[in-house]
């Protein structure tokens, strides 16, 4: 019910453990693994890191609103080497699919990297083009089509393992993803970390990242939407499979990512702050919307669903509708509402009741904002 397939890529779930020093070694993925993450991609790894990547930059990552990162890693912390000694093969003992992140940058690397590791029968190969402030301090691969030229042609005439290009958001991604899929990308991952943006500590001023430039890659539910749509756009457009990253924590996340093509999922901030028992509620999540839905036999039923449906505009507005029984008359809606179209009724014994009233415009701005533990406004398009 929940198996897919990228390419040649056999996967059990959905779920993949995303590229990130959790994925510095075997060991996060082995606890994940049990709750229904289905394969690891490795931390992009490099042959040289250059000397002044040696060091990690402190703080290297900073958490905000409680679910978003912004994140400064580079180098590696681990050699390249201990995944070619035992991580490969502990991952592989396992019976699960492994992919190799390996970082785009140098080319000559990456080519010896693959040679090294397609001796191990490794599944697939994702290289980072798209890391946001490493482009900032030494340019920006995510939209260099010069680079990902001379990279696709250097890595196909190496090797027949498949080759999946990570991408971040840009005004160019699409014509990126193209490029890639023309000189024989068998797969695009989107997205990255998105950036650089930057945190500042106000009671010293400083930057709340160590990197030079302040500048980091920001992950988590923030960036989900522009995750979605990422994947919707490449979808739409492309051939070779998608593979959706950026924000997902839920079942009811990687079903639209899903819905909006992908074909698998990476989950990367989740997992860091909340435990391998994220893939756990997931795949539970993921069970329990088959068995609500019926009509789907399986999650490969839900790919691409939405796309027919962003065709064309939508011009039916009715006015959401206010669930009586379930209205605390809280009145969040009423001070949210811009056009004075909510009003609250008292009611004489009883609790006031928010009532929609003529001058609605259908924004649907209440539905959104009625909490969810009420959940009493429901949009009704
Ligand atoms: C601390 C941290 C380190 C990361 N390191 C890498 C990396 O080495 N290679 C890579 O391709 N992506 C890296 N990423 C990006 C993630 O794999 C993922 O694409 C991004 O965080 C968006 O997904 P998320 O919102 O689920 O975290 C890193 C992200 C974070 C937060």
């Known amino acids: 019910m929940l198996r897919t397939q990228v390419g040649s890529v056999s996967l059990q779930t959905p779920l993949l453990l995303a590229s990130g020093y959790i994925t510095e070694t075997p060991e996060f993925f082995m606890r994940a693994q049990p709750y229904g993450c289905s394969g690891i991609v490795t931390r992009s790894l490099k042959q040289r890191v250059p000397p002044e990547r040696s060091r990690i930059t402190v703080p290297r990552y900073a958490v905000f609103g409680q679910d978003n990162m912004l994140n400064c890693e580079w180098g590696n912390e681990k050699p390249w080497t201990e995944w070619r000694d035992s991580g490969v093969r502990h991952v592989q003992d396992a019976g699960c699919p492994i992919i190799v992140s390996l970082s785009g940058r140098d080319l000559e690397s990456c080519c010896y990297l693959i040679q090294t590791f397609d001796e191990l029968d490794v599944d697939a190969y994702e290289i980072n083009i798209s890391c946001s402030h490493s482009g900032a301090l030494h ?20 090797t027949k393992t498949p080759i999946w290009i990570k991408l971040s958001y840009s005004n160019l991604l699409l014509s990126m993803a193209q490029r890639a899929q023309e000189l024989g990308a068998d797969a695009i991952v989107c997205t990255n970390s998105i950036g650089p943006g930057m945190l500042i ?26 995750a979605l749509w990422c994947v919707h756009q490449l979808s739409q457009n492309l ?34 702050l909340k435990g391998p028992v994220v893939f756990k509620r997931i795949t539970a999540g993921l069970g329990r919307f088959l068995a609500e839905n019926p009509q789907y036999d399986s999650i490969e039923d839900l790919i691409g669903l939405t796309l027919e449906k962003t065709r064309e505009h939508r011009f039916s507005s009715p006015c959401p509708v206010v669930i009586e029984e379930k209205c605390t008359g809280c009145g969040i809606c009423v001070q949210s509402c811009a056009f004075d179209a909510l009003t609250m009724l008292r009611r004489a014994n009883r609790k006031p009741l928010a009532v929609i009233a003529d001058n609605c415009i259908s924004c649907n701005a209440c539905v959104g904002v009625c909490p969810p533990k009420f959940d009493a406004i429901k949009a009704s398009f």
């Open 139 to 158: 340019g920006n691969l995510n939209v260099d089509e010069l680079h990902l030229e001379q990279l696709m042609k250097k890595v196909r005439g190496v």
């Open 239 to 272: 051939t070779i499979p998608i593979v959706g990253c950026g924000g997902i924590f839920t079942a009811d996340d990687v079903v639209q990512m899903l819905m909006a093509g992908a074909r698998a999922v990476q989950l990367y901030t989740a997992p860091a």
């Open 201 to 226: 500590d106000t009671k010293t001023a400083k930057p709340k990242l160590g990197i030079k430039g302040g500048g980091g890659g920001v992950s988590g539910k923030a960036i989900f939407p522009i």
